[in-house]
């Protein structure tokens, strides 16, 4: 009787050695691997904040993060910012089924935002930033404090677009194709 087991069972063996220590590998990669870097402080404000919801409850902003987010600034009181939410509501339509998230944060009270609402429903969720939101648009970017303004935020929950003014339909598809 022979010592060594035959050849299939020592490829199985073999296989299952190879296997455990890639996967023995791979944990241990991600328990010394060096943390990803911190978002800007400006991204890690706008990630704790709580916005008020028009339903009376807090959306946590950090609901949102962990894939790509378009946040837009506006006002019922605001032409330009009416004008931009049909093509934003489209973009959003066009680009949820790869991952693409759009917030948009009324500069403004319950009362008006809520009946714009009803003649112009959005099919993304709407929170109220309410007076101070003039404020966190400075604090991400926008000195001004202009509206519309929108910025959008990658995966990792870090700026890499800002635009005030309106965006355009076309504008936010490229900006989901980068």
Same mark, same amino acid.
């Given at each position: 009787?022979?010592?060594?087991?035959?050849?299939?069972?020592?490829?199985?063996?073999?296989?299952?050695?190879?296997?455990?220590?890639?996967?023995? +590998?791979?944990?241990?990669?991600?328990?010394?691997?060096?943390?990803?870097?911190?978002?800007?402080?400006?991204?890690?404000?706008?990630?704790?904040?709580?916005?008020?919801?028009?339903?009376?409850?807090?959306?946590? +902003? +950090?609901?949102?993060?962990?894939?790509?987010?378009?946040?837009?600034?506006?006002?019922?009181?605001?032409?330009?910012?009416?004008?931009?939410?049909?093509?934003?509501?489209?973009?959003?339509?066009?680009?949820?089924?790869?991952?693409?998230?759009?917030?948009?944060?009324?500069?403004?009270?319950?009362?008006?935002?809520? +009946? @714009? =609402?009803?003649?112009?429903?959005?099919?993304?969720?709407?929170? =109220?930033?309410?007076?101070?939101?003039?404020?966190?648009?400075?604090?991400?970017?926008?000195?001004?404090?202009?509206?519309?303004?929108?910025?959008? @935020?990658?995966?990792?929950?870090?700026?890499?677009?800002? %635009?005030?003014?309106?965006?355009?339909?076309?504008?936010?598809?490229?900006?989901? %194709?980068?």
């Amino acid at each position: 009787m022979s010592a060594t087991p035959p050849l299939p069972r020592r490829l199985l063996l073999a296989g299952a050695g190879v296997g455990a220590a890639a996967l023995g +590998a791979a944990f241990a990669w991600r328990r010394l691997a060096p943390p990803a870097l911190p978002a800007s402080p400006a991204a890690q404000a706008f990630w704790q904040r709580l916005f008020p919801g028009l339903d009376g409850t807090e959306l946590d +902003a +950090a609901r949102w993060r962990g894939r790509p987010l378009l946040v837009n600034f506006w006002a019922t009181w605001c032409p330009p910012c009416v004008k931009e939410l049909p093509e934003i509501n489209q973009f959003y339509n066009e680009a949820k089924g790869r991952g693409w998230q759009v917030l948009g944060l009324a500069v403004d009270q319950a009362g008006p935002v809520s +009946a @714009f =609402l009803k003649k112009t429903p959005l099919d993304f969720p709407v929170a =109220l930033a309410g007076p101070q939101g003039l404020a966190l648009v400075r604090e991400l970017g926008n000195p001004a404090g202009g509206l519309p303004f929108s910025l959008a @935020f990658d995966a990792d929950g870090e700026i890499r677009w800002r %635009r005030l003014g309106v965006s355009r339909l076309e504008e936010l598809r490229e900006l989901a %194709r980068t």
